[in-house]
Structures are given as C-alpha cells and as structure tokens.
C-alpha cells in the first residue's frame, strides 16, 4: 500500500496525472485517490488473509504428517541413477533417459 501511495506521489510532484481508461478511474481527483487508497487495503488485507491461510494449512498437513510441496520426481528413480552412474553413463545421459533434469540427477548424486 505504500509503494501505491508513494507512486501516486511521485507522479503527483512530477505533474503527471494517472486515468485509467479500461478502469474508468482518474487517480488525478482527491476522491479517486481515497477510493485507490481503499481498494489498496483491501488488498493488503486480502493478501494477509490468504497467506494466514496457507501457514494454517501447512501447519496442520504436518501435525498430521502429511506431506506438503512439490513430491521430488528423481526419488523414485534414486536405485537407477546410481547403477546408471556405477556403469559410467553420464549425468546427462542419464537425465535424457529417465525423463528427469540433469541437475535433479547431479543433486541425488552428491555425498
């Protein structure tokens, strides 16, 4: 919400007036401002919301263990990379060959 205010501000010392014409919002008059003003708390307030949400989400998915975030695609492949690498082929290779990237394969094969 700042960084709105601040930006209208901005453009207000600069003598640059900002309408929107999709909008039909004119940020020149001082109760447009006030309404954008508004609109930009709700927003902020909007997006605390959802964000409270998710902690709240991901806090209960692991006090019931369940797994949250993207499941890692190479674990499944994890017995035949290392094989594939015991036999010399290549990282690339290897990447090309099970349908994962080649950094998925280099991360699994680290110590």
């Known amino acids: 919400m700042l960084d709105l205010i601040g930006t209208l501000q901005e453009l207000n010392e600069l003598g640059v007036g900002f309408v929107s014409l999709s909008e039909a919002l004119d940020l020149t008059t001082a ?4 309404l954008a003003g508004m609109l930009a708390v709700f927003a ?11 902690k709240a989400g991901i806090a209960q998915a692991r006090q019931e263990g369940r797994p949250h975030g993207r499941p890692a695609t190479v674990q499944h492949y ?3 990379v290392r094989k594939l690498h015991k036999e ?6 290897i990447a090309r060959r099970l349908s994962v990237s080649r950094t998925s ?3 699994l094969l680290e110590p």
């Open 105 to 107: 394969v280099r991360r």
């Open 31 to 34: 109760s447009a401002r006030a």
């Open 88 to 93: 010399g082929v290549s990282k690339s290779e």
């Open 78 to 80: 994890g017995e035949r």
């Open 44 to 54: 902020e307030f909007e997006r605390d919301i959802l964000r409270d949400r998710v």
